[in-house]
């Protein structure tokens, strides 16, 4: 990235910065406070793609939010070690399931297995998040989410061995 500050006499100061793809932002601060932002998508046009005018209040907001004052993005390492621990699966119900006809309640799945149901595909219907009332049946597919040694509790508990 490369930026750039100059004077603009009797106006105020340009600032330019040439991002790594080659596009360019130039941002043009007047004396009375008026800002001035200019998006180029190749750093060698003379004539901008777009442009706002921005209030001070509204260029220290952009400030803000470029900085991350209001949201960090996880960084690779932190989702790397989120996605070695968390799962996601899919576990159908079959004929002679424990699990089939009962309710969620009724499993006590979360406090036995550490599983979140987070969905059930029965037939053509899906049911997002269902409610802790809603009947497990045979040919659903749950979609339940937890580590992988939780899950593995809760495919036990749906093919009926003791958890």
């Known amino acids: 990235m490369d930026v750039k500050m100059a004077d ?4 105020g ?6 991002t790594a793809q080659r596009s360019m932002i130039v941002l043009i601060i007047h004396h009375s406070g008026k800002r001035e932002l200019y998006f180029f998508q190749d750093a060698d046009e003379d004539e901008a793609d777009f442009s706002l005018d921005l209030t001070a209040e509204e260029t220290r907001e952009l400030g803000a939010q470029l900085l991350g004052a209001v949201f960090q993005p996880v960084t690779k390492d932190k989702m790397k070690l989120f996605r070695s621990q968390i799962v996601t699966e899919w576990i159908e119900i079959k004929e002679g399931s424990p699990v089939a006809t009962k309710t969620i309640k009724e499993l006590e799945i979360r406090k036995r297995t550490g599983v979140s149901i ?3 595909f029965r037939s053509e219907a899906v049911i997002a998040s269902p409610e802790a009332d809603e009947r497990l049946e045979i040919g659903d597919t749950i979609m339940a989410i937890g580590k992988s040694d939780q899950i593995s509790e809760f495919e036990r508990l749906c093919e009926g061995e003791a958890v």
Do not use: F, M
């Open 8 to 11: 603009l006499p009797g106006i």
């Open 13 to 18: 100061k340009k600032i330019s910065i040439v």
């Open 118 to 120: 987070v969905g059930i």
